[in-house]
Structures are given as structure tokens and as C-alpha cells.
């Protein structure tokens, strides 16, 4: 069954570790994307690709980086890990539908998220 | 810019309540709009969809219906259960250079038995 898997489901680490949380997808979307959701639920985009070799930056700024080497693969990894680092982390990819004249629309597929806690 | 406003929760209802959960935007042209759910743990999963005006999008007993008139899109659900309790996102979303998926705040309800 085509999916979208993150692992880990929850991760507790100590500060100053490097860490990469894990997302891969067997749908063969080119557009992924990574969203931390804060204790209030609010949703940020911290980063998305559109294919391989393809990156950018989102609407929050996060000192995560990402890397789309494969298709299916889109690791997100935080170099030194903090306490303000603490949030649900989600991953995504989409697939472009049509609607005629009106152009086209990205059906978004989501993770089952890593809760990520830094001690 | 481009934006979703979506009541404020927590909303708590009796199970069989009517719901309501109020979401109006801010677009230019004309955006698909989505309603997505977060249960408890676990990440969003599509709810409903609309992708253009007066269309009606239905699921599991929830409706939301296209008012570009009104700029809105409220969720509504005749009887809820407690196993609607649920974190609900409204999201908007174009497609091509603008496709990344615009989010509301989210509105958390809880449905007691």
C-alpha cells in the first residue's frame, strides 16, 4: 500500500546531539515537505522540495536542514540538538490533480509525525 | 496574502451535538479548499475537499461547501461522536508556483459522552 512512513515515532535526546528524523514515501510524489507543529497545534512550514536535488526554506525559519538525494527519501537533520527544539515534527509529499480551467490543486499526504522532546 | 482564519476552540459538545466550526479566507483567483483531521498521536489525514465554488465536500458525516461569495468553507457535522475528538485544520491551496498548502490554526474539539 503506497505510504508515507517517519521514523522515529517518538525520539528523547540530549542537547548537542546531532539527530536526523526520517521520511520516506512509496508514491513516487516529487513534492515533499516538513512541518513542525507547536504545543498550540499551529502548523509551520520549515522546509519542501519539488524533486531531486530541489530544497527550500519554508515560511518559519528553522536551523534544521534537509537533503532530497532519492525520490522517496527526504531526512531532516538537526546538527546540535536544543531544548527549543522540542515539537511534533511532520513530514508530507503531494500529487498535482487536475481541475480543467481552473488549473490544478496538490492532494497532500501526511506522516504519522516524530515527537521529538531534547533534554 | 493569502490566508485561513478558523474559529478559535477548544470546542467541547455533548455526543449528538450539531457542530460547527466556522473557516473563511483570504485569496485571490481560485484556491482549493480542504478540511483535514489530527486524532490524538497521529498526523493529518484528509477529511474533505472542495476544489472550486458551490462544490460540497462530504465525509464520514462532515460537510463543508465552497461560498466564494462569503470566502468560506465551515465544517459541519449533524451528530457528533466522542470519536470525533479531533484537532480540525482548514487549509487552502492553488497548485503550480503558489502550491504550498495554507493552514489555519487549527480548532481542537472534544465531544463528551
Known amino acids: 500500500e503506497a505510504d508515507i512512513y517517519q521514523t522515529p515515532r517518538y525520539l528523547v535526546i540530549g542537547t548537542g546531539k546531532k539527530i536526523t528524523l526520517e521520511c520516506s514515501q512509496t508514491?513516487?510524489?516529487?513534492?515533499m515537505y516538513w512541518y513542525q507543529q507547536d504545543p498550540g497545534m499551529e502548523l509551520h512550514l520549515i522546509h519542501y522540495?519539488?524533486?531531486?536535488?530541489?530544497?527550500e526554506k519554508g515560511d518559519l525559519s528553522s536551523e534544521s536542514t534537509v537533503s532530497r538525494i532519492r525520490t522517496e527519501h527526504f531526512p531532516l537533520t538537526l546538527e546540535s540538538a536544543r531544548p527549543s527544539h522540542t515539537s511534533q515534527y511532520l513530514c508530507?509529499?503531494?500529487?498535482?490533480?487536475?481541475?480543467?480551467?481552473?488549473?490544478?490543486?496538490?492532494?497532500?499526504?501526511f506522516g504519522s509525525g516524530t515527537r521529538l522532546t531534547v533534554v | 496574502g493569502n490566508s485561513v482564519t478558523q474559529m478559535e476552540g477548544p470546542v467541547t459538545l455533548s455526543e449528538e451535538a450539531f457542530l460547527t466550526i466556522n473557516c473563511t479566507y483570504t485569496?485571490?483567483?481560485?484556491?482549493?479548499l480542504f478540511w483535514y483531521v489530527q486524532y490524538p498521536g497521529e498526523g493529518l489525514q484528509l477529511l474533505l475537499k472542495?476544489?472550486?465554488?458551490?462544490d460540497k465536500g462530504s465525509n464520514k458525516g462532515f460537510e463543508a461547501t465552497y461560498r466564494k461569495e462569503t470566502t468560506s468553507f465551515h465544517l459541519e457535522k449533524g451528530s457528533v461522536q466522542v470519536s470525533d475528538s479531533a484537532v480540525y485544520f482548514c487549509?487552502?491551496?492553488?497548485?503550480?508556483?503558489?502550491?504550498?498548502?495554507?493552514f489555519g490554526k487549527g480548532t481542537k474539539l472534544s465531544v463528551k459522552p
Open positions: 508514491m513516487g510524489h516529487d513534492k
Open positions: 472542495a476544489t472550486k465554488a458551490d
Open positions: 487549509a487552502l491551496n492553488y497548485g503550480g508556483s503558489q502550491g504550498n498548502l495554507i
Open positions: 508530507a509529499s503531494s500529487q498535482t490533480f487536475s481541475r480543467g480551467a481552473l488549473g490544478v490543486y496538490y492532494g497532500y499526504t
Open positions: 522540495s519539488y524533486g531531486v536535488n530541489s530544497t
Open positions: 485569496a485571490t483567483g481560485y484556491p482549493s
